[in-house]
């Protein structure tokens, strides 16, 4: 799970991380009320999206005046900001943040990150910050300097000097550099973060550190326990398509092409997308509809996949070993009926009860393209597009 750059900077300050001072606003006139309230010449006011280059997007504008505050803001509210990191179709800037602007001497990049190789907490540092982590890696990969972080011992100090040396960073910036890089380490363990990136973190005219920019994604799976980082979930940031689903239990992932997808396992999904391509064909989604589903579980799957207008076909893949293909079956056929389908649908079951669900499926007299093995379902789905059919 993402949040705002403003929650991040608030979590990262509490454990020691110097920000500047800013302001939430609501509304333009918000806005203005924020500059006028934090004083001095010039502020920065940042759209607040789950997702980074907004600065060149032209979601990041230095003011100086209170007006230019407000006329910015009234310019940039309500609207869809498409960066490089969100898809065509953007994302919704319903929240400012306002803080007063630093004069930056230089930026440097800082990251956390899991590795999966070393299974460890990775530090990924760069004394040319600024770019995107994606553009320090193709554009100057000399300057990162990765190091891991071994979790029985945590961030050990010299570990930290280390880095901070290898950052070009003098005298007092040391200290600072070990004492920000130990506040994002505790704050990534402790609040079961998978992300936390401070891009720039910046030497100012005083050749102090602050963070200006700052991004911590969570582990979904650890919010249970987290319960002050599961309410910093904004779901105006979040795909609709996939928050219904999570919802409902289902787990759904929203694609760019027409052929909609239900299965169990994530696994199986990942063959099935390969197999429709194979075949010619684009997913639009998948939805995976788990283990032990009910008939009733399989039509509110039908109802989350046929809520994207793109959907032309549905394939349904089901191999049952908790499940059973009876009671997929069956769930297919009440979808078609109480959904009013009418898309083209191909089924293949295979595994626990099979031979009743496909008599199921026959018996119900609907207009369902059987196929048994996956290969053949794919290139129905792919045959059966209106597109191709015209
Ligand atoms: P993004 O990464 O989404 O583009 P940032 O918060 O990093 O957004 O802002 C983009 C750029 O704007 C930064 O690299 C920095 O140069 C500048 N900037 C951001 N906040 C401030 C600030 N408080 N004072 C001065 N410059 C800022
Ligand atoms: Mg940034």
Not at 182 to 204: F, G, K, S
């Amino acid at each position: 799970m993402d949040i705002h750059e403003y929650q991040a900077k608030e979590i990262l300050a509490k454990f020691g991380v110097p920000v500047p001072r800013g302001g939430l606003a609501n509304s333009p006139e918000q806005a203005a009320y924020r500059a006028r309230e934090l004083g001095g010449k010039a502020w920065v006011v940042k759209a607040q999206v789950h997702a980074g280059g907004r600065g060149a997007a032209g979601g990041v504008k230095l003011c100086r005046s209170v007006d230019e505050v407000q006329t910015f803001a009234a310019g940039l509210f309500g609207k869809l900001l498409v960066t490089k990191q969100t898809d065509a179709n953007g994302k919704g800037v319903y929240r400012l943040w306002v803080e007063g602007a630093s004069e930056i001497a230089q930026e440097i990049y800082l990251g956390f990150v899991l590795d999966r190789k070393s299974e460890r907490i990775m530090i990924v540092a760069s004394a040319q910050g600024g770019m995107e982590i994606e553009d320090l890696a193709e554009n100057a990969p000399d300057s990162l300097r990765r190091m891991t972080i071994d979790p029985a011992v945590g961030l050990s100090e010299f570990q930290a000097r280390e880095l901070a040396f290898s950052l070009g960073l003098k005298g007092g910036q040391i200290a600072q550099m070990v004492s920000i890089l130990r506040a994002c380490y505790r704050a990534y363990r402790d609040l079961d973060a998978v992300m936390v990136e401070i891009n720039p973190l910046v030497i100012t005219g005083t050749g102090d550190l602050v963070a200006l920019d700052a991004k911590m994604s969570f582990d979904t799976n650890a919010l249970f326990r987290r319960p002050e980082v599961a309410e910093l979930r904004d779901r105006s940031q979040e795909d609709p398509r996939e928050s219904t689903a999570g919802d409902h239990g289902l787990a759904y992932v929203g694609l760019d092409g027409d052929i909609g997808c239900i299965i169990n396992g994530a696994g199986l999904a990942m063959a099935t997308m390969d197999m429709i391509k194979l075949a010619g064909g684009e997913p639009a989604n998948f939805l995976d509809i788990g283990g032990g589903a009910s008939p009733e579980r399989v039509v509110r799957a039908f109802r989350t996949v046929l809520a994207d207008a793109n959907v032309s076909v549905i394939l349904v893949n089901i191999f049952a070993g908790i499940n059973r293909c009876d009671w997929v079956a069956e769930g297919v056929v009440q979808a078609y009926r109480e959904v009013g389908l009418t898309l083209p649908v191909v089924v293949r079951l295979a595994g626990t009860n099979v031979e009743g669900g496909k008599r199921i499926i026959q018996a119900s007299g609907l207009p369902l393209i059987s196929a048994d093995t996956l290969a053949e379902a794919a290139a129905a789905a792919v045959a059966a597009r209106p597109r191709n059919a015209a």
